[in-house]
């Protein structure tokens, strides 16, 4: 586990106005990919607005690698749909981590990074970096890229695993 700093819990909430790839609608769900490390949402059928409440959990050897999400419709006598896809870097959110750590006295809601929507991201929205439930939380709607239309919303959330290095380098203590 040396290698190892911790693990990403990814909450993938729901996706807006997602293509149709079916007659009318599309049985979308969701594919996460770190190398070598690849997750899948339930399908939720028939709906462009899918709500899957779902949480994939991610081991983080190297925080400058990037997540992949794709959207996918399912289909069943042939090749799933491709429903768009987007990136995330995880590097602003361990950022954060790494100023933050083994802060306990934040007020709740406060944001700690707002990060703006621009080309080189698949951001939407403003993203922001907050503190919530004595938790760093990065809430992000990505824009879907390679698509006619799309976002899917989702929450990143770290957990420090006792026996590893975690985000600041100093190996994490079991906690009593």
């Known amino acids: 586990m040396e290698e190892l700093l911790g693990l990403l819990r990814i909450r993938v909430k729901k996706g807006t106005n997602l293509a149709v790839r079916d007659t009318s ?19 939720v059928k ?36 491709k429903m768009g896809d987007a990136e995330i870097s995880i590097e602003p ?31 939407a929205a403003e993203s922001s970096i907050v503190w919530r439930n004595g938790k760093i939380i990065q809430d992000l709607n990505l824009r879907l890229n390679n698509v006619e239309c799309g976002e899917v919303e989702v929450q990143l959330e770290w957990i420090d695993v006792p026996g590893c290095k975690g985000v600041g380098g100093e190996e994490v203590l079991k906690k009593d």
């Open 93 to 123: 959110y361990i950022e954060v981590l790494r100023t933050h750590k083994g802060s306990q006295d934040l007020p709740e809601g406060c944001a700690l990074k707002k990060i703006q929507p621009d080309k080189k991201n698949c951001l």
């Open 46 to 81: 028939n709906t462009c607005n899918p709500e899957w409440k779902e949480e994939l959990t991610l081991s983080i050897k190297e925080p400058v690698v990037p997540i992949h999400l794709t959207v996918y419709d399912k289909d069943t006598f042939t090749v799933d749909d």
């Open 25 to 43: 609608s599309s049985d979308p769900f969701v594919v996460v990919t770190m190398d070598p490390q690849k997750l899948k949402t339930r399908v």
